[in-house]
């Protein structure tokens, strides 16, 4: 199995950044897309940040221009550079990855138990 870790999440001011870290560990013999989803109480998960293993990336409307998805393949580790940080960026942030064991040819999702931010004076 894939096991993805999530860390960075924490209590910042409106305005302020954080970055965070997903690290992938286990039997893996290749990532895929990688992804960043958040979610609140009472709303759906959604997708903030994509990032292919060409480095090619998708943001949501709502955090273009403010956060940065980068992702070092060699460590099999995903990061989400987050600026400008609003009250609306409060949500538990996960951890998402499409990935191959090194014994399975087929491509399987896996998720991260996420990490809270909290945007707040």
């Known amino acids: 199995q894939v096991q993805l870790v999530e860390s960075g999440g924490g209590l910042v001011q409106p305005g302020g950044s954080l970055r965070l870290s997903c690290s992938a560990s286990?039997?893996?013999?290749?990532?895929?897309?990688m992804r960043w989803y958040r979610q609140t109480p009472g709303n759906q998960r959604e997708l903030v940040a994509q990032?292919?293993?060409?480095?090619?990336?998708n943001y949501a409307d709502s955090v273009k221009g403010r956060f940065t998805v980068s992702r070092a393949n060699a460590k099999n580790t995903m990061y989400l550079q987050m600026n400008s940080l609003k009250a609306a960026d409060t949500a538990v942030y996960y951890c998402?990855?499409?990935?191959?064991?090194?014994?399975?040819?087929?491509?399987?999702?896996?998720w991260g138990k996420g990490t809270l931010v909290t945007v707040s004076a």
């Open positions: 990032i292919s293993s060409s480095n090619t990336t």
């Open positions: 998402n990855a499409d990935a191959m064991l090194t014994m399975d040819y087929r491509v399987k999702d896996y």
């Open positions: 286990g039997d893996i013999y290749q990532i895929g897309f």
